[in-house]
């Protein structure tokens, strides 16, 4: 008899570097939030992540395995639209993730 593949069950969601990595933020204390389509058993679909640099500069850092999932997140590219030349810190866009119905992993 052969295994049925059931889909997986995705979500949106998100999580911090200096979370994931304590240690490394300790280093470089720039922050990072990983947003991505996730599956719940674990794994991702594609990742991309918002970057704060030292010189107060934030940016988007998608590789190429994520851009299709990255165009399918038409919500989160709104709202860096409507942030654009804004200044904002990593907990104040996370909370503009969880308003969009992101979930912090």
């Keep these: 008899m052969s295994e049925i593949s059931l889909p ?10 200096s979370e994931l990595f304590p240690t490394l933020h300790k280093i470089n204390r720039t922050e990072q939030i990983y947003v991505g389509l996730y599956a719940v058993e674990g794994g991702t679909r594609g990742e991309f992540s918002v970057v704060w640099s030292d010189n107060n500069t934030i940016s988007l850092n998608a590789y190429n395995d994520s851009w299709k999932v990255l165009e399918q997140f ?3 590219l709104a709202l860096l639209a409507k942030l654009d030349g804004v200044d904002i810190t990593p907990d104040e866009f996370q909370a503009k993730l969880v308003e969009l119905g992101y979930r912090k992993l």
């Design 8 to 17: 997986q069950l995705l979500l949106k969601g998100f999580s911090l570097r």
């Design 74 to 76: 038409q919500d989160f």
